[in-house]
C-alpha cells in the first residue's frame, strides 16, 4: 500500500518535472538561399533543425550564413542575438537584439 509521504513525494516531483525550463528554437529560410546557423560560443547548435534547450540559452546568436558571415560570431552579416531564461524577478527574463557585426 502507498503512504501519504510517498505519494507526496511522487506528486512533487511530477509538479517539478512539469515546471522544467525549455526553450525551443526554429530557424525559418524563406529566402531560398544560405544556411540558418544557431551558435553559442564556439558550439554551432543548429544549422537549421529545431533545437531545444533544456534551461536557459544564454548569449545564442543566429545568422543566415551565406558564405561571407564569421564562423561562430556572425561577423559581416546580420545577426539575431539572443538570451533565452525563465525570469527570476521583473525584467530578467528574455531578450533579443537584432545587430550588424562588423567583419
Same mark, same amino acid.
Given at each position: #500500500?502507498?503512504?501519504?509521504?510517498?505519494? #507526496?513525494?511522487?506528486?512533487?516531483?511530477?509538479?517539478?518535472?512539469? #515546471?522544467?525550463?525549455?526553450?525551443?528554437? *526554429? %530557424?525559418? $529560410? $524563406?529566402?531560398?538561399?544560405?544556411?540558418?546557423?544557431?551558435?553559442?560560443?564556439? !558550439?554551432? %547548435?543548429?544549422?537549421?533543425?529545431?533545437?531545444?534547450?533544456?534551461?536557459?540559452?544564454?548569449?545564442?546568436?543566429?545568422? %543566415?550564413? @551565406?558564405?561571407?558571415?564569421?564562423?561562430?560570431?556572425?561577423?559581416?552579416? @546580420?545577426?539575431v542575438?539572443? @538570451?533565452? *531564461? $525563465?525570469?527570476?524577478?521583473?525584467? $530578467?527574463?528574455s531578450?533579443?537584439?537584432? !545587430? %550588424?557585426?562588423?567583419?
Amino acid at each position: #500500500m502507498f503512504s501519504v509521504k510517498a505519494v #507526496m513525494s511522487l506528486l512533487a516531483v511530477s509538479v517539478l518535472g512539469a #515546471m522544467a525550463e525549455t526553450h525551443t528554437v *526554429r %530557424l525559418v $529560410n $524563406n529566402c531560398g538561399f544560405g544556411t540558418p546557423t544557431l551558435v553559442k560560443g564556439s !558550439s554551432v %547548435l543548429s544549422t537549421g533543425a529545431e533545437v531545444t534547450s533544456s534551461g536557459p540559452l544564454i548569449n545564442a546568436i543566429a545568422y %543566415l550564413q @551565406t558564405g561571407g558571415c564569421g564562423t561562430f560570431n556572425g561577423a559581416g552579416c @546580420t545577426v539575431v542575438e539572443t @538570451t533565452l *531564461r $525563465n525570469p527570476t524577478s521583473t525584467g $530578467n527574463g528574455s531578450f533579443t537584439e537584432i !545587430s %550588424l557585426i562588423s567583419p
